[in-house]
């Protein structure tokens, strides 16, 4: 019988031994590898064959295997030869409903990728299980999209951006995408791990997803190393490696291209990410409702670097991000984010209103040349609060001068708006902005500004509705030269700190300051480069100790 031939015991064992199965080829089980004929059939023939036994392994040898959907089953490892891809199938009639396996739309609790289909590889409720090897899984998502159609939604109001329709147009701009699927419809999410446990990805190359590439849902112990994730920058939903309602997660030596999300992570804890590097249009890193998660030794080239998220009843607490280098940029396209390389945001509906949390994350030693500057944005009924960041270094430029001007000087709060009017509106840009927090400290900043400067940058540290603040160690200036705009705006806080920092060549007045309250300390710090300690707002701060200009009122001498 052909069907069980990979049970068979290796003929060398000895007595006494333990015998060992042989691979489970899937040309055995009729697979012709050619490219043209549809392998779904024999594929699932294999991983059954090895399932009934126990387990084993399903080895592909070099060829290309065309598939539709199919099922890994516990105890299965995939073994991609070098030279073997599996091929998603041109036709979407050959892919599973959603329904059929179980899911749904609920966004982090059901739902797996856009759409009404799954795409190729399904495992649910297994555990052991793991696909490894030198060889390819390739989606093909090009096949499903018309390049000359853009992918948006009306999910904010033009009339409150800067640009009005000029930012409208841009968005439906397909330069940098995303583009639109065709009507004939679209794979969905490529891989699906649901309620699985024990889960390997080592070394294969994955490409082209039409829909997300891998998805966590519910998984326990899951092992990802040195993959490659290659997509089309273009392409809408196709996110990278999604986590939700997982547990010890760890990634390590990958690197991830995608229109999309290249991580999105939601309701999981104990998630490490190391060594990794990231290229997104989307997010490099979005973050949610997480707990007890690490993330070091990163690169990030993205739109937005960094997005951590606190909405509805949800809760993200105890993460650490180190050692990471971002690049971001301004994109037109329906993308979320406008370039900013750290985004920190909580609020969203639930039936109680806008609520959320954001607490205890720590930011070190990051890098950071950026088009848009960080942002920590809480609401009055969302906290965001306990956030450090230390040794950073920033610089804010302009790549794209004609993008610039079409989208750029606006803040992007979709996902925790609450109306159109606030989801994407007008706003100067400060390179690092902070609202409605309580416990954002800030040591050892530094901010710089190309000479490329768009003329809607503004401060270097701009907070406004804010409890303990603590500024220390801090360098820099304000963007634009000759400008009366201040190096440090506050307004509307309370326990404000602003210590041993030394205001950078060409800084005019280094703080200005209204409606403070409570206690606020200005000491130590180094003047002697700007105009004025104080624009105003001297009367609400102790002062001593500064190097430099000592009053509002009082100008530095020359030099």
Known sequence: MTLFCGAQTSAGAKAGEMPQKSPFNVRDFGAAGDGLALDTQAITNAVRAASHTGGGTVYFPAGTYRTGTFELLSNVTLDLDAGATIQGSKDPADYGSINAFGFGHDYGVNSTGEGNKVGIIIAREAENIAIVGRGTIDGQGDSFFDSARPHYSMDFDPAYTRQGQ???????????????????????????????????????????????????????????????????????????IDCMGCKNVHISDSDIRAGDDDFAIVGSENV???????????????????????????????????????????????????????????????????????????????????????????????SAAAESGIFIYGAPSASVHDISMTNIWLNLRRTREEVSKAVGGNFDLRWTATAHSNAVFKHDISAIYCRYTDGVHLENVTVTWDAQKADFYSHAIECEDFRDLVIDHFEGRQAQDSSDTSVIALARGEGATVRDSTAAAGASAFVSAILLRGDNLFTGNDLRRTHRAFARGEKYFKVSGNVGAVSARTPLRSK
């Open 166 to 240: 000029l930012f409208l147009d841009a968005v439906r701009d397909t330069g940098d995408g995303p583009v639109e699927f065709k009507a004939e419809g679209r794979p969905g999410t490529l891989m699906v791990f649901s309620h699985c446990r024990n889960v390997l990805l080592r070394d294969v190359t994955i490409r082209n997803a039409p829909n997300w590439t891998i998805h966590f849902q519910h998984t326990e112990q899951v092992v990802v190393s040195g993959i490659h994730i290659l997509n089309s920058e273009l392409l809408p939903n196709n996110d990278g």
């Open 272 to 366: 490490t990410v190391v060594e990794c590097s990231l290229i997104s249009r989307s997010s490099g890193i979005r973050l949610e409702s997480t707990q007890h998660a690490l993330f070091t030794g990163l690169t990030i080239d993205a739109n937005r670097g960094i997005g951590v998220y606190g909405r509805g009843a949800g809760r993200t607490s105890d993460v650490i991000f180190s050692d990471i280098t971002i690049q971001t940029r301004l994109f037109t396209g329906h993308w979320w984010g406008k370039a900013e390389p750290i985004y920190i945001a909580a609020g969203g509906h639930s039936k109680r209103g806008p609520e959320g949390e954001v607490s205890n994350v720590r930011f070190s030693n990051i």
